[in-house]
């Protein structure tokens, strides 16, 4: 019988003993202006209860779309590790960089275009979006 073997088997188990925690007393700070904090307070937490409903019905469909994509995830995996190991001959190496120029060349008209034309509708949705929190931290 081996040393450890033996001492595994002849001492006796260590049982820890049950700890109760105590209880933690609450604080409350009080303002001046504690009906509208307490509103907030109010508000936050329905928002947090719709919160929690809304991801309880999403779920099903969040799991379904893992489920669907899970196959596709999978090829995609494959392809990479094919492409590393292919990746380590020179020929294959030169052919790739040289598709991946005459792509990027191809797709930059293309991708210029989208700038243009959508650029000023992100920058109005910007200024919309920093206005609107101005507004409401000016409200407050």
């Known amino acids: 019988m081996t040393a450890l073997r033996k001492i595994l088997i002849e ?3 260590v049982v820890a003993t049950t700890v109760t925690r105590a209880p933690v007393t609450k604080f409350y700070v009080v303002t001046g202006n504690a009906p509208k ?3 907030a307070t109010v508000l936050e937490e329905t928002g947090n209860g719709l919160k929690n409903i809304a991801l309880f019905l999403a779920a099903p469909f969040i799991g379904l ?3 669907v994509m899970l196959p596709f995830v999978g090829l995609a995996v494959l392809a990479m590790l094919a492409g590393r ?3 380590k001959f020179g020929t294959v ?3 790739g960089r040289v598709l991946k120029d005459g792509g990027l060349a191809i797709a930059a008209p293309f991708i210029g275009l989208a700038y243009v034309v959508f650029f000023p509708f992100i920058g109005l949705g910007a200024l919309a979006w920093l206005g609107g929190r101005a507004a409401l931290a000016a409200g407050r």
């Open 93 to 95: 190496k030169a052919v």
């Open 85 to 87: 190991l292919v990746a």
């Open 65 to 67: 779309v893992y489920a």
């Open 37 to 39: 904090e307490t509103r």
């Open 11 to 13: 001492e006796e188990p």
